[in-house]
């Protein structure tokens, strides 16, 4: 079945540190994917998303592209603030499913 | 405007009580969901409903009962709870026709049982 395994945290960086979360999947079909942040106490909200291999999303400085080729949906980010403290989750959709499939999150905690 | 509401945000309650928390979304999509979120963050699926049917119910104990009376609402009632159905109840909605497959959530509710 699909699957989304993305890297354990907690994830500890300086404010102005490169930030990268690895996500990799495994689906049958063309599925959509995203990344939802969840700050403290709030409910999770759409960071980016791609629908189709080579796609870039792209918000608040945040990157990811959709490989095909390794299964993969890496965040990226150059320069985290210590506002972008948060859990973040990779995600996919295959269409006819209904059913999202969320990675287990990562924290990330950005110190000044 | 909000989206995707929850009533209440908290919840505190004793063992064995029956509770309901409700949903409702104004972005006229046509499925609904309910999640659970452990301490540990980790979000499981319990039920989704599109256009008012029940397309996903997974392993999830027989006390909690989803209802959809339109395809605006998707309310959840747990009879007879327990401690280890304290945790954070989010609702979700998203239009699973066409390429926009956006979900999007609630501010979920906090359940706690003492």
């Known amino acids: 079945g699909n699957s989304v395994t993305q890297m354990e945290g907690p994830v500890t960086l300086s404010e102005e540190a490169f930030l990268t979360i690895n996500c990799t999947y495994t689906?049958?079909?063309?599925?959509?994917l995203f990344w939802y942040v969840q700050y403290p106490g709030e409910g999770l909200q759409l960071l980016l998303k791609?629908?189709?291999?080579?796609d870039k999303g792209s918000n608040k400085g945040f990157e990811a592209t959709y490989r095909k080729e390794t299964t993969s949906f890496h965040l990226e980010k150059g320069s985290v603030q210590v506002s972008d403290s948060a859990v973040y989750f990779c995600?996919?959709?295959?269409?006819?499913?209904?059913?999202?499939?969320f990675g287990t999150g990562t924290r990330l905690k950005v110190l000044a | 405007d909000t989206a995707v509401s929850q009533t209440p945000k908290y919840l505190v309650t004793q063992m064995g009580n029956d509770k309901s928390i409700k949903c409702e979304q104004n972005?006229?999509?046509?499925?609904m969901y309910w999640y659970k979120q452990d301490s540990k963050k980790f979000l499981k699926i319990m039920f989704s409903?599109?256009?008012?049917?029940?397309?996903i119910n997974e392993t999830v104990p027989n006390r909690f009962s989803p209802k959809s009376p339109d395809k605006a609402h998707l309310n959840l009632h747990i009879n007879s709870l327990e401690l280890g159905d304290s945790a954070v109840y989010f609702c979700?909605?998203?239009?699973?026709?066409?390429?926009?497959?956006?979900?999007?959530f609630g501010p979920g509710t906090r359940l706690t049982v003492l």
């Open positions: 979700a909605s998203s239009q699973v026709s066409g390429r926009n497959n956006e979900q999007f």
């Open positions: 689906a049958t079909g063309y599925p959509s």
């Open positions: 791609a629908t189709k291999a080579d």
């Open positions: 995600a996919l959709f295959t269409s006819g499913t209904y059913k999202y499939i």
């Open positions: 972005l006229g999509h046509d499925t």
């Open positions: 409903y599109n256009n008012k049917e029940l397309i």
